[in-house]
Structure formats: structure tokens, C-alpha cells
């Protein structure tokens, strides 16, 4: 029996990841919309065969129309959803950030111990995207001698007017704040931000680029450009330096075309195509641990709160000094 799914949340991610179940994913069918807006919910609803819009995620789990439930809202509106579905006991993958803060994570993380497994995934795809997981690998094998500093970029075209100085961090860094301690094998110890020359292009209320430092526990020192004006495209980059060799991720690999005395390669402009095949691997994962009843295959809430811990140091540190970042043991729970 296929899986079926409740989205809630039909904006720009929601709709790709109803598009993606529909005609991509194996398995699972989008049974059910929750999105306010009449518009967005009418043109998802179109994209699912089969699905039917409801008022709100309780009326959906009442008529017995979902198994599963994505949440692709906001992250100030993903408690209000986490609660309900919880109740009912129903595995979730709810799109970063987990909330948007580490008490509201924390209120989260108690409800779901009194249930008997994790049931949250938190949608960091940046961990199911090919080149990461490669680099991963080379990390944790020692073939080019240990780490010593990831150089990430993280680079937007332009933001919404909606866009707040936080969402620097906790909408954008957040990525790194969980790619980073992954990738490396090791937690985020401080976190610095520093302030390079403007850029005027920025909307008038933003100050950025930033600089992010990240020390990590075993000392490997991260820079993150966070620069979400570039205007050109959409670039997610890192190097990774050892001690015997360096490697890239994250290159400009599309089209190459030479025309008009140029030289030239495709390169995104979205993190919906960068990532596409992420999110596909990272649902089409998360679909088959559900119906497998292992309900979790990739970052757990646990992984979501120590990212929102990380964050509110980032937060503060837009302020200036260096922040030290205090997370908790992670509890056997969520081993
Ligand atoms: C957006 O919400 C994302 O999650 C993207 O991955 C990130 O690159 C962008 O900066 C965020 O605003």
C-alpha cells in the first residue's frame, strides 16, 4: 500500500515536494494539502491526483486521510503542526528548521519522547546530496590525513523584503550548522561573525555578506560566506583542506559553452534544481524507513535542536564576540 502523505505547506518548497512525491517518489502518494492560501492549495491539489485540501492538519489526521505528513511551512508555524501530528502518533519529515528556537525544540523533543521512537526527520538535505556524502566519506577515511578547515560559501541571488537580518542565520546558516558537524565528525564549539564591505544591493534593512567562524571540538576552524545578494545565481560551496590534499564540492557542473569569445558553465540560480536530487534522495529515504517502520532515516529532532542551540549563538553573535555554543549529551532516545 502506498504511503499517504498530508503536506502542509503548499509555497515554493511544498509544491516541489508535491510535484516530487507525485511523479518521483516510489511508494507514497500525496493524499492531502493543508495550505491557507486558496490559490497555492488549488494549484497543489491539481499536481496530486487524489488529494483532497483541508482547513487544517487535525481535520486532515480526523477523516483518517493521512499516514504521514511533510511539513513544508515556515518555521515559526512547524510546532503548531508537530503537536497534532504527534498526538496521533504520525511519522513527519518537517522541513529545516526543526522550530525556530531551542526552548520551542525542546518542547517538541519531550512531546516526542512519550512516544516509543523517534518519529521526526528534519529535512537537512544537504546530507543526502551526492558530493557531501562523498566528501563525508573522504573525511571520516583519513586518505588525505585529517581536517583541518572547511571554506564554505553559501550564496543566494536576492531574498524577499521578508528576509530579517536573523534569517542570515536561521534560515540560511542553519544548513552549515548541520552539514558542518556532520561532515566533520565533530560538534560546533564557537561561532564569530564578522562584517566585510557591504553590499548595496543587499535590501536596505540586511547587512551582508556575512563571515561565519565556526571552532569546531577538534579544533577545525570553518569559514561560511553567507551572501544572499550575489544577483548571478545560487552557489553552495565548500573546500575541505588536510593535511595531504584539499577537495571541492559544490562547482559550477552544467552546461559548459563557448560562444562570443566566452567560455562559460550553466550554474543554478535556486536551491530547488542545486539540491533536487537531495530532496528526491532524502524523501525517497524517508518514504521507505516509514513503511518499513524504522520511521527515521537522516537528521532526528534531536539533530534539529542542537542546529537551533548552534543558531541562537550565530543569532548573538551578529552582535559581535565570540559565542560558545553549549549542547547537551545526546539522550539514548535519539542514539
Ligand atoms: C532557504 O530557506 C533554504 O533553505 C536554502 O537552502 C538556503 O540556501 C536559503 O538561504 C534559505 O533562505
Not at 98 to 103: A, I, R, V
Not at 246 to 254: C, D, H, K, T, V
Not at 285 to 314: K, M, Q, T
Amino acid at each position: 500500500n502506498d504511503l499517504r502523505i498530508g503536506v502542509v505547506g503548499a509555497g515554493l518548497m511544498g509544491a516541489d515536494h508535491v510535484t516530487r512525491i507525485t511523479e518521483r517518489i516510489s511508494g507514497a502518494v500525496v493524499s492531502a494539502i493543508v495550505e491557507p492560501d486558496a490559490d497555492r492549495a488549488s494549484a497543489a491539489v491539481q499536481h496530486a491526483p487524489g488529494a483532497t485540501a483541508f482547513a487544517s492538519i487535525e481535520d486532515a489526521i480526523a477523516a483518517g486521510a493521512v499516514d504521514a505528513v511533510l511539513i513544508a511551512t515556515p518555521g515559526r508555524f512547524h510546532e503548531p503542526v508537530l503537536v497534532p501530528v504527534l498526538k496521533a502518533r504520525l511519522p513527519v519529515l518537517c522541513e529545516k528548521p526543526l522550530t525556530p528556537d531551542s526552548e520551542s525544540a525542546m518542547r517538541v523533543l519531550e512531546l516526542e519522547q512519550t512516544l516509543d521512537r523517534p518519529h521526526i526527520q528534519v529535512g537537512f538535505m544537504r546530507r543526502f546530496d551526492a558530493e557531501y556524502e562523498a566528501l563525508r566519506e573522504l573525511i571520516a577515511s583519513g586518505d588525505s590525513g585529517h581536517l583541518m578547515l572547511l571554506r564554505c560559501v553559501h550564496r543566494n541571488p536576492a531574498v524577499p523584503d521578508s528576509y530579517t537580518q536573523q534569517m542570515l542565520i536561521n534560515d540560511s546558516v542553519v544548513h552549515e550548522f548541520d552539514v558542518v558537524p556532520w561532515l566533520a565528525g565533530s560538534p560546533v564549539k564557537s561561532v564569530e561573525v564578522k562584517y566585510p564591505r557591504r553590499n548595496s544591493m543587499s535590501p536596505d534593512h540586511l547587512r551582508e555578506p556575512i563571515l561565519v567562524l565556526m571552532e569546531l571540538e577538534n579544533g577545525v576552524l570553518v569559514d561560511v560566506e553567507m551572501n544572499v545578494s550575489v544577483q548571478f545565481g545560487y552557489q553552495v560551496g565548500t573546500e575541505a583542506v588536510f593535511e595531504k590534499g584539499l577537495a571541492r564540492i559544490g562547482q559550477p557542473s552544467g552546461l559548459q559553452q563557448w560562444r562570443d569569445g566566452r567560455f562559460f558553465v550553466e550554474d543554478h540560480t535556486s536551491f530547488v534544481t542545486r539540491f533536487a536530487a537531495a530532496y528526491d534522495s532524502q524523501i525517497q529515504r524517508w518514504v521507505d524507513a516509514v513503511r518499513s517502520g524504522a520511521l527515521v532515516d537522516g537528521p532526528n529532532a534531536w539533530d534539529g535542536y542542537l542546529v537551533a542551540v548552534a543558531c541562537e549563538a550565530g543569532v548573538k553573535a551578529l552582535d559581535g564576540g565570540v559565542i560558545p555554543v553549549d549542547a547537551p549529551a545526546r539522550p539514548a532516545f535519539y542514539a
